[in-house]
């Protein structure tokens, strides 16, 4: 039951990524969710370093949902562990741009911990 509810979440993480990934390509101005303050997203160069960051997330999210269609828990829940440095860097470089709290708390915080619970759940399947 635990491992299915990990599986789930999961995938719903994937999928969420691969979200945030292409919303930027359509709406860049949604980086400024990410807390860095003063986030330029109307100049073309920065757009060109949004769209890395949505290709890391599109892949990402991919990685995932490829485990998650031919990988055993195991392996899933060992790239889930390896993955939540993703957002616990995230999180450090808001920090260190001086972003809101909230954001690398609540956001990149938030789903560095909720991995990090799916990883031992899969792991310990």
């Not at 960051?53 to 269609?69: C, E, M, P, Q, T």
Request: zero cysteines.
């Amino acid at each position: 039951m635990l491992t299915t509810i990990a599986t789930v979440l999961a995938g719903l993480v994937g999928a969420g990524i691969i979200f945030i990934g292409a919303r930027t390509f359509w709406a860049p101005q949604a980086a400024a969710g990410f807390g860095i303050p003063g986030t330029p997203t109307g100049d073309r160069n920065f757009q060109a370093w949004l769209s890395v960051k949505a290709v890391r997330d599109i892949a990402s999210g991919i990685f995932v949902l490829i485990l998650l269609a031919g990988a055993t828990p195991h392996l899933l829940g060992w790239f889930m562990l390896a993955a939540t440095g993703i957002p616990v860097g995230d999180a450090l470089i808001v920090l260190r741009s001086n972003g809101p709290r909230a954001a690398a708390y609540g956001i990149h915080g938030t789903t560095a911990v909720v991995m990090l619970a799916i990883s031992v759940l899969l792991l310990a399947a």
